[in-house]
């Protein structure tokens, strides 16, 4: 998972994403900013509780900083919202998989790929 983890860290800083390691709350999942200078930031807590979930989740931002949208943004309709969140989860996946197939992680299954890196299976039907 930590080879995962800077994969997906060094895959920001190229794409102009800082990524900042935060000293914080077990409860407190990763977030991004974009800052005062408009440079956008991930903050991941070292101590979140659910650390096997962090490669998933770093995607799912990143693919939100990519695509210029905001995480749960609750000044849109439910179904703009959603497809939103689908596409971070999907650029989530897509980035991970990148990842398998490039360090030759042969799985016999998308779903078994999925498993191992925490990746919702409903996104197997999308
Ligand atoms: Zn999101």
Redesign the pocket.
């Known amino acids: 998972m930590i080879n995962l983890i800077d994969y997906l860290w060094a895959y920001a800083e190229k794409h102009g994403i800082r990524c900042i390691w935060l000293d914080g709350s077990p409860d407190e999942e990763p977030y991004s900013r974009i800052t005062k200078y408009n440079t956008k930031e991930i903050l991941v807590n070292i101590n979140w509780k659910h650390a096997n979930l962090l490669p998933f989740k770093l995607g ?1 931002i990143i693919g ?1 900083l990519e695509h210029n949208d905001k ?2 943004n609750e000044e849109l309709l439910k179904f703009d919202r959603d497809t ?2 689908k596409n ?1 989860d999907l650029y989530a996946a897509g980035l991970i998989s990148g990842y398998a197939l490039k360090n030759g992680l042969n799985f016999m299954t998308y779903r078994e790929l999925y498993c191992n890196f925490g990746i919702p299976l409903y996104l197997l039907n999308c």
């Open positions: 799912h939100h995480h749960l939103i969140e971070a």
